[in-house]
């Protein structure tokens, strides 16, 4: 165990000079941690980005997304867990595969997904799919907002995130911020006195900052190859053949990828559809301790934790019990360096996560206590996880889907996703590879990490 934290330390101290070079596009200098207090760091990593560009509104939209005093109590950014060093994604710098709120004993019960590449996304509704309809769009793991707008409102008043008691209380901090008179200048002179049209405000401006070149620049080693400008190394090729073979990895079902297209839009590695992929139940999320908590997904469609402060949500009816245990399908773009995976954050590693597409069926004693496969789903709703599709049309014995070269393959293609990349990387023989691992929670986690299985691994 000492020895893998030794092992992890000595890559994340490797991972980030290396990760340095690869934002140095959405990035200038690297910023100093030292002797800066948090707020001060949250800040220096806003400094960092190229604001040149930037509108006046999209800069408001970039002070209200680094701002530490927005949280009850101040302290927790929407930048502490959308990190721009890790594609912004972060969890607050826990280990536990969930983010931790501003209160200290507060944790979420989902993994921060990375906010890039979301300019696009289609609003919630269904899409077609080897003709059968599959729900696609909208935000969050479960869907439950329309556009960017909305969903910037809830994690203000979510109280296992931001936790602000309401409008006036939020906009209260906005007015008092060193950036109160810009705010005046783009929404007008009088846009504090109300407080429901100064939420509309932040959240549009927080809308507009996502949605410009910062969050996707397309700047990745493949993007440079589909432009022509860079070529892919024999196993990244070989990676990406098994990525879309549907016979093979099949991953871009799900995952699209346009290879015909220099169109770098046409591949967003994502559809946005929802799925089941009965996924390990972790048992290092602190609310998982409650066998009667069960994040069923796309079904109850609601804030895991309540959007009131000390409020539970009220547990929704579930109407639709197909959509039980679905989640949407995220981008792969950084997928390196936004680690952990999945909705539950159950993998550290990216090498896993590829791995368990490839033998969850054929060896699901690897991934599940007792080999019981979908733990965390409820009896009822184990049938709407997909056994048929490949990667997972295998049975128990059979020989895996991937094996382990072809999962190594298609991690190395993965690596060619990361942004910031170098043409001149590829001339020099130089190659960046780094996965970065979470840092140390500077809180003790409230529950032991999950216990490995016997086919995890260290990337
Ligand atoms: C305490 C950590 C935390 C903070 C603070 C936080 N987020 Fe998030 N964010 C999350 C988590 C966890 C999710 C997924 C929640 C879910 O699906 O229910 C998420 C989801 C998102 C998504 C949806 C991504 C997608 O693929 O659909 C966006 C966009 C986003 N956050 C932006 C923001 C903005 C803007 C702020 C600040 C106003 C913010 N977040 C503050 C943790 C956080
Ligand atoms: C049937 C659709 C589908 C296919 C095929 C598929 N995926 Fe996924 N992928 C998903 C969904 C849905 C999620 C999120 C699941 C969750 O968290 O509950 C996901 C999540 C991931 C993640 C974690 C992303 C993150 O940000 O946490 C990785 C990595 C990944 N997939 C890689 C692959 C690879 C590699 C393949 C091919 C071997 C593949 N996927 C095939 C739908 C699919």
Not at 53 to 59: D, H
Not at 236 to 253: D, H, P, S, V, Y
Not at 264 to 293: E, H, M, V
Request: a neutral charge; proline letters at 9%.
């Amino acid at each position: 165990m000492f020895q893998r934290n030794r092992l992890r330390w000595a890559k994340l101290a490797l991972a980030i000079p290396v990760l340095a070079g690869i934002f140095s596009i959405l990035l200038s200098p690297w910023p100093r941690a030292q002797g800066l207090s948090p707020e001060q760091f949250i800040l220096s990593l806003a400094a960092a980005i190229d604001q040149t560009s930037l509108t006046p509104r999209e800069r408001l939209g970039l002070r209200l997304f680094f701002d530490s005093n927005l949280s009850e109590p101040a302290g927790l950014a929407c930048a502490s867990c959308h990190d721009p060093r890790r594609a912004f994604t972060g969890n607050n710098n826990t280990i536990i595969g969930v983010a931790l709120g501003s209160r200290s004993d507060q944790f979420g019960t989902r993994d921060a997904p990375t906010v890039m590449y979301l300019a696009t996304a289609p609003r919630f509704g269904g899409l077609e799919k080897d003709g059968k309809r599959v729900p696609a769009g909208g935000f969050f793991w479960d869907g439950r907002a329309d556009t960017l707008e909305e969903q910037a409102k809830q994690p203000f008043f979510n109280p296992v995130e931001m936790n602000n008691a309401d409008a006036p209380a939020l906009i209260a901090k906005v007015a008092k911020s060193t950036y109160a008179g810009e705010f005046r200048k783009v929404w007008g002179e009088k846009i504090f006195d109300n407080p429901e049209a100064a939420l509309d405000a932040v959240a549009e401006s927080i809308a507009a900052f996502e949605r410009t070149r910062v969050f996707q620049p397309f700047t990745s080693k493949f993007d440079y190859v589909m432009r022509g400008e860079a070529k892919f190394t024999e196993q990244e090729q070989r990676g990406l053949g098994l990525f879309t073979i549907r016979q093979k990895g099949n991953c871009a079902q799900c995952h699209i990828v346009d290879e015909a297209s220099r169109d770098p839009q046409k591949s967003l590695f994502t559809d946005f559809s929802y799925r089941a992929l009965g996924l390990p139940r972790s048992t290092r999320i602190p609310k998982n301790a409650d066998p009667a908590f069960i994040d069923l997904g796309l079904c109850e469609r609601v804030p895991v934790a309540g959007t009131k402060p000390g409020a539970e949500a009220p547990k929704p009816r579930v109407t639709d019990p197909a959509s039980c245990g679905l989640f949407k399908t995220p981008t792969l773009r950084n997928i390196t360096v936004t680690a952990p995976y999945m909705h539950n954050g159950f993998f550290d590693n990216l090498r896993d996560a590829v791995a368990f597409y490839a033998t969850r069926d054929t060896d699901p004693a690897g991934w599940y206590p007792e080999g019981k496969k979908f733990n965390d789903l409820p009896a009822q709703y184990q049938a709407n996880v997909d056994v048929d599709t490949p990667p997972y049309q295998r049975r128990p014995k059979q020989r895996p889907q991937l094996n382990d070269e072809e999962i190594e393959d298609i991690v190395a293609f993965l690596f060619t996703l990361t942004d910031g990349y170098n043409p001149e990387w590829g001339r020099s023989g130089y190659k960046p590879r780094a996965e970065i691992t979470p840092p140390r929670s500077p809180i003790p986690s409230p529950s032991p990490p999950a216990s490995s299985p016997a086919s995890r691994s260290e990337y």
